[in-house]
């Protein structure tokens, strides 16, 4: 089992950054692959980002590549989602999640998730 806590998240301006963080319980941590996914109001949740086990392998969504970056301390039990050159339409609820196995971009693989933090981007 793997529980998850995200926080970082609140309001900022557009082309401002913001750090997500998850924390994650369980012995087997490492073994998983972890995702950030997102959803605005009236949209149905989507893929953000990424990353592998090993930390080795990372994906992204062509709407955020080149602006987020995902990693992973194991050590720590954490993963982060850093957000740069954010936009009004990242504004969203953002939610980690886990699997074991490699990344995938579909939401159903994810057995687990954590509650969500708000992502608001002013224009």
């Known amino acids: 089992q793997v529980q998850l806590l995200e926080s970082g998240g609140g309001l900022v301006q557009a082309g401002g950054s913001l750090r997500l963080s998850c924390a994650a319980s369980?012995?087997?941590?490492?073994?998983?692959?972890m995702g950030w996914f997102r959803q605005a109001p009236g949209k149905e949740r989507e893929f953000v980002a990424g990353?592998?086990?090993?930390?080795?392998?990372?994906d992204y969504a062509d709407s955020v590549k080149g602006r987020f970056i995902i990693s992973r301390d194991k050590a720590l039990n954490q993963v982060y989602l850093l957000m740069n050159s954010l936009k009004p339409e990242d504004t969203a609820v953002y939610y980690c999640?886990?699997?074991?196995?490699?990344?995938?971009?579909?939401?159903?693989?994810?057995?687990?998730w954590g509650q969500g933090t708000q992502v608001t981007v002013s224009s």
């Open positions: 999640a886990a699997r074991l196995g490699g990344i995938t971009n579909s939401e159903n693989d994810y057995p687990y």
């Open positions: 369980g012995r087997t941590f490492s073994m998983y692959a």
């Open positions: 990353i592998g086990w090993s930390g080795g392998r990372t």
